[in-house]
């Protein structure tokens, strides 16, 4: 990679099962990159008469699950932090890491439920990548689902994936107000790619941009998901951004902020 390397590697995990598969995927990439992994635990404020217990079972924990995925070849550290995590994670992050990975958490004291506070925190903080997972992490992705909302450029976006996912076939998705627009909106985007990715791999839509993704990552069993822009950097995680991420359709990378700008 040639801009924004990935050197350092940030696995936030609460150990629970939602964040098992960050260390694992942590581990993958940071062999695929010669990066460096460090795995990050947050104790919150609560319990803090028995903080040094929990603080123990952690590093025990931590150390464990660091062993069992497998850390031959990968240099690894990792810290336990108190706090509120969104905040203490991007303080991590800025220090000198390039990639941040968490697992998918909703608050679930909603009646509807939200986006987890670490996660939304974290997406609205940092202009680093972030790498959300949900799959198995011990492999490398086999295919990656770009979708593009024309806010960056494509080319850059594309090789942004290609660094993540170096075999994988790559598709794009577009999706345009109406079904007149679509054969306009294909030759844009066949000159934008030209020789960059082969035919069949640009898809353009018209209709719910939610149901078409969740459509061709069934049908396709796409493992990766990219989305190019996250929305408003000004404290708020952008309307269709959160949508996709609600869905929880697969690993989601929300790519750095410069990208393709």
Known sequence: ?????????????????????????????????????????????????????????????????IREAGCEGVETAF??????????????????????????????????????????????????????????GETPYSSALIAWDGEKALPAVVERTRAYAPDADILVMVDVPTAAQVPEMEEKLRDMIAGTLPDGSLLVRSGSVLSSLRALVDEKRVPLLVMPTRGNQGGALGYMAS???????????????????
């Open 79 to 136: 810290d336990i932090g108190e706090g509120l995590p969104g905040p203490f994670l991007c303080d991590v992050l800025d220090e000198g890491g390039d990639l941040a990975i968490i697992g998918y958490h909703r608050d679930r004291a909603l009646e509807a439920p939200q986006l987890g506070s670490t996660m939304r925190y974290l997406l609205t903080h940092t202009g680093k990548d972030v790498l959300v997972v949900k799959e198995e």
């Open 243 to 261: 949508e996709i991420l609600g869905q929880r359709l697969c690993d989601t990378l929300c790519l750095h902020e410069s990208v393709g700008l």
């Open 1 to 65: 990679m040639t801009d924004h390397a990935i050197r350092t590697i940030l696995a936030g995990t609460d150990l629970t099962d939602e964040s098992r598969e960050v260390i694992p995927r942590g581990l993958q990439l940071a062999k695929q990159f010669g990066a460096r992994l460090r795995v990050v635990h947050v104790l919150d404020d609560n319990g803090a008469a028995h903080q040094e217990e929990r603080r123990r079972v952690a590093d025990e924990r931590l150390a464990r699950d």
